[in-house]
């Protein structure tokens, strides 16, 4: 069976050992449920990392995924490990040193939170006392919950866990972060509770599962509950428990977490040389010994009642299928958001995360999206090598904060800390000099942030909406850690992720030329911005006319020209005599003008036939 460290995730190494470190709290106060009853009395098992400050302002919380618990770290290092460990410890992106760190299991499971295998008392009427007679009134006696225990939603979760922040003295969290499940549960506390936090980091999540997830579940919960040793959900204190269901349940669900290029990278190699384990599953093909083994494993940590009712619990979950309803969701909410997604995740894809984008980005909230490039698929979340390249993203973001955590450990230093000095083109000094104070940009193709970070750098006393739309994930990262939201979008299918004038300003650096359809970006630019400033190279230049016509050449210049014809990212040649044109064509006032030979470091005024004597123009218009 091959296996490689780059695609090992950390949920296949969680194991049935006592939690060491787990805390209990006992809730006396019934809790009354969504979906209607009561649970009359709730425990909670949670684990904690650093110290909480004297203002309770550093808490941290971090929700799990359906097979996880509360045992997202290591403690020490002769602790066994946790499925967050890449991302939670002294100077990483949650960062121990600085941050009080809560991770309760969740309710309905079974790692030490009320779930389907804790007891309930129940009543039973008059006994039989042998001969013929009842023996009196009624008796009472614990049984386990089983399949009656209550069906739960991701609110009721979240409703004990406010719970425990009562109970810890925490009236505001620092950030809630979770993946998959756990983000379900982030973007549920911040609906429910709008003030709850200054961050919601939601990873490798939707605001509800497609109905292609849900079939995998129901297939899932069959598997279950046909299993001849279900017994109706009362297996326990039998001899045999519902573990091939289980297994299968876990076989099925590890498929989904996997892409299709990380199945073949794992198993293709030697597929047809299965490792031999003991098991009554088919282990022909190495991915047939893989699941065995994995659902086999799966059993001896985890109750089948629970994953029914987790499962139950995550297919209920719906924030809203439309931008509106979505909108209505989060339309209270006071914190910043971190939305990050993987490229190869079929399970919870992209689109769903970009529909919450889309969301918060109409309501002007604060949130920056990043779409990960990896092959790993959902798993992504939890393998080392996808956590060291969005662990950043989490770092920065808990650190743009206006009252900065108190040390309550050695110090760790500050992301911007090391933020590289801005350089910026001839054409983005004009640009900067083109953006008033006070005015709220939107940047496209923003590339690593630079003109951005200029522009709050001129006018750091006034607040600005600032905010980036760029592609490339490298540039999104650089954007990022310069404390700038910034989101993940192709600018070749439009804006549609912002309203109406909702920016003063909407910028288009450099990017004229590259992108696929000008007319519906420009048009795009004009309804989102109250004006819009484009700058572009002028292939109307004439030392680019001296390659057609004396060398017979396709042109090549510095700058943006600097390409060979077959693999430049151009798509269009424009001239400004072409852009004057088409903005006349369009009905757009052009309301300033400024043209440059960079080349050779001189400003080209209008009366020098910029046309030819350019090599870089900028214009600002807008429409009335």
């Known amino acids: 069976m091959a296996t490689t460290d780059e695609s090992f995730s950390t949920d296949d190494i969680r194991s049935d050992e006592p939690l060491v470190h787990a805390q209990t709290v006992w809730f006396d106060e019934p809790l009354s449920l969504e979906r209607g009853g009561e649970l009359p009395r709730i425990r909670c098992c949670f684990e904690t990392w650093g110290t909480l400050n004297a203002d309770a302002s550093n808490a941290v919380l971090v929700c799990h995924a359906v097979s996880g618990d509360s045992h997202a770290a290591r403690h020490d290092e002769d602790d066994q490990p946790g499925w967050w460990d890449g991302l939670i410890g002294p100077g990483l992106p949650i960062d121990t040193n600085r941050f009080f760190v809560v991770c309760p299991n969740v309710l309905g499971g079974c790692r030490g939170t009320t779930g389907p295998g804790d007891l309930r008392w129940v009543s039973r009427g008059p006994e039989d006392n042998g001969d013929g007679d009842p023996a009196g009134g009624q008796t009472a006696t614990e049984i386990p919950y089983g399949a009656d225990f209550p069906r739960i939603t991701i609110g009721d979760m979240v409703e004990v866990q406010r719970r425990l922040a009562d109970h810890l003295g925490i009236k505001k969290w620092r950030a809630v972060v979770g993946g998959s499940l756990g983000g379900h549960q982030a973007l549920q506390w911040v609906s429910r509770y709008p003030d709850c936090t200054q961050t919601c980091i939601a990873i490798a999540t939707s605001p509800r599962l497609t109905s292609q997830a849900l079939g995998f579940d129901v297939i899932a919960r069959n598997a279950i509950q046909t299993d001849p040793h279900f017994q109706g959900g009362q297996y326990y204190g039998r001899p045999q428990r519902p573990d091939t269901g289980l297994a299968i349940a876990r076989m099925l669900g590890h498929i989904t977490y996997l892409s299709v290029e990380a199945m073949e990278a794992k198993f293709d190699p030697d597929r047809h040389d299965p490792r031999q384990i003991a098991s009554q599953f088919e282990q022909r093909f190495s991915i047939g010994s893989y699941l065995a083994h994995q659902g086999q494993k799966f059993t001896t940590r985890f109750d089948a009642n629970s994953y029914i009712t987790l499962s139950m619990a995550m297919d209920l979950f719906d924030l809203g299928g439309t931008r509106l ?300």
């Open 325 to 624: 309803k979505l909108m209505e969701t989060f339309d209270e909410c006071t914190c910043d958001f971190l939305l990050i997604s993987f490229s190869s995740d079929w399970l919870f894809p992209p689109a769903q995360s970009r529909e919450i984008v889309n969301a918060l980005t109409a309501l002007d909230k604060r949130v920056t999206y990043a779409e990960i490039t990896t092959d790993a698929g959902h798993d992504a979340f939890l393998i080392a090598r996808d956590m060291a390249t969005y662990g950043p993203l989490v770092q920065e973001r808990l650190w743009q904060s206006t009252q900065k955590p108190q040390d309550t450990g050695s110090p760790a230093a500050k992301p911007n800390d090391t933020e590289p000095p801005v350089q910026l083109t001839v054409a983005e000094e004009s640009i900067l000099d083109l953006i008033p104070a006070g005015n709220s940009v939107l940047d496209l193709g923003c590339g690593s942030g630079e003109l951005l970070a200029a522009i709050r750098a001129r006018h750091s006393n006034t607040p600005m909406r600032l905010m980036g739309v760029e592609v490339a994930q490298e540039n999104i990262l650089a954007t990022a850690m310069r404390g700038i939201d910034v989101i993940d979008y192709d600018l070749n299918n439009g804006l549609p992720a912002f309203i109406d004038n909702q920016f003063d300003v909407v910028i288009l650096n450099a990017t004229l030329q590259a992108v696929e359809n000008v007319v519906a970006l420009l048009e795009e630019m004009l309804r989102v911005g109250k004006r819009a400033i484009i700058s572009f190279p002028n292939f109307g230049y004439k030392a680019l006319r001296d390659d057609y016509v004396t060398r017979g050449r396709s042109p090549r210049a510095p700058g943006e020209f600097d390409f060979d014809w077959h693999d430049t990212p151009n798509r269009r040649f424009p001239t400004i005599a072409d852009v004057h044109d088409l903005l006349v064509k369009m009905g757009v006032t052009i309301d300033q003008e400024i043209y440059w030979d960079v080349s050779q470091s001189r400003h080209i005024d209008a009366g020098e036939t910029p046309n030819l004597n350019a090599d870089t123009a900028v214009m600002v218009i807008h429409r009335d």
